[in-house]
């Protein structure tokens, strides 16, 4: 019996890595019958004595899955962000970034477009920023046309295995090329526009980038919260999460309770009046589970 991780998943088979050689594995019965389905970045048990018929017996617990692409045992998120074309924008971010928070992945955040500011411009997203990696978040500010540190952009990436995430147009594609050009992912907006249909159902595959793997699908294309409760939001954002014990009441949700700590620390500067404003927005969605875009 051997062990490896699925790498790619098409049609029923599963491709395994294990060491240096990528086995092709069905599915044992015996996993159908549990109503296990393997997933890309499961680490599972094999019998590997034919290269071509190998068969998966079993797959070790999980970390974490996500549906969308389906990757399990997921490391990080990188969170692709322009700083223009299309503008900047906090309230999206933040939505990825509570997403990623819930499922127990941590954020990358990865603004692109450099190239493209005026110093007026760059001063506001070097402000922005500041604001998040007070909160602790990793962030890279880059042009994907130039790398300035590409090292430093491939670090991020090092022996993790990553998804990608961002709004279309923000540049995850080229990205992606610029830390590992044999990739050759499409960037051309025109022929891309053109195989979306087929996006949907490519099948996932986890590549090389940077000494890690990313998965070649981007990831939570659904941003609503139906998985979020209201109490479990304010701890999927750090610097809220860090206060609660000191509001006057357990479960407080920091909106119009007495004695809230976070709403007297935003009051005075100290949490960012524009994170807490997303909080109360998604806080209000979730009340009203109604999903939003
Ligand atoms: N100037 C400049 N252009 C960029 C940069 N990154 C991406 N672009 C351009 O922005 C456009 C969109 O980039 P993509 O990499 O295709 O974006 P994407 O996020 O993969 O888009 P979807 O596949 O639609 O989700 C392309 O025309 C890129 O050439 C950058 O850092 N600087
Ligand atoms: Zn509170």
């Known amino acids: 019996m051997a062990e490896g991780r699925i790498m790619k998943a098409i049609s029923g088979f599963y491709y395994v890595k294990s060491g240096d050689q990528v086995i092709q594995c069905r599915g044992r019965g015996v996993l159908r019958k549990q109503k296990i389905t393997p997933l890309v970045g499961d680490f599972v048990e094999f019998d590997g004595t034919h290269p071509e018929e190998g068969y998966i017996f079993s797959i070790k617990s999980r970390r974490n899955m996500l549906n969308r692409p389906p990757v399990a045992n997921v490391d990080q998120a990188i969170i692709v962000s322009s700083a223009i074309m299309p503008d900047f924008n906090p309230l999206l971010l933040d939505r990825f970034l509570v997403l990623t928070e819930l499922k127990r992945i941590s954020p990358v ?63 995850k594609s080229s990205l992606l090329n610029a830390i590992n050009p044999s990739l050759e992912l499409k960037t051309d907006d ?104």
């Open 190 to 293: 025109i022929s891309k526009s053109l195989g979306r249909g087929k996006h949907t159902t490519k099948h996932v595959e986890l590549v090389e980038a940077g000494n890690g793997l990313v998965a070649d699908t981007p990831g939570f294309s659904s941003l609503d919260f139906n998985e979020v409760t209201s109490g479990e939001l304010g701890d999927c954002f750090p610097e809220i999460a860090e206060l609660k014990v000191n509001c006057r009441f357990r479960g407080c949700l920091h909106n119009k309770e007495p004695g809230c700590a976070v709403k007297e620390v935003v009051s005075n500067g100290e949490v960012s009046s524009s994170r807490y404003s997303h909080y109360l927005r998604f806080l209000d969605e979730i009340k009203s589970r109604k999903p939003r875009y």
């Open 109 to 171: 955040i990865v603004i692109t477009k450099k190239d493209l500011l005026s110093d007026k411009e760059l001063e506001s997203i070097e402000a922005y920023q500041d604001l998040y990696k007070e909160v602790g978040y990793s962030t890279e500010l880059i042009s994907s046309r130039e790398l300035e540190e590409p090292d430093r952009l491939k670090s991020h990436f090092s022996g993790q295995v990553s998804v990608i995430a961002g709004q279309s147009g923000v540049g």
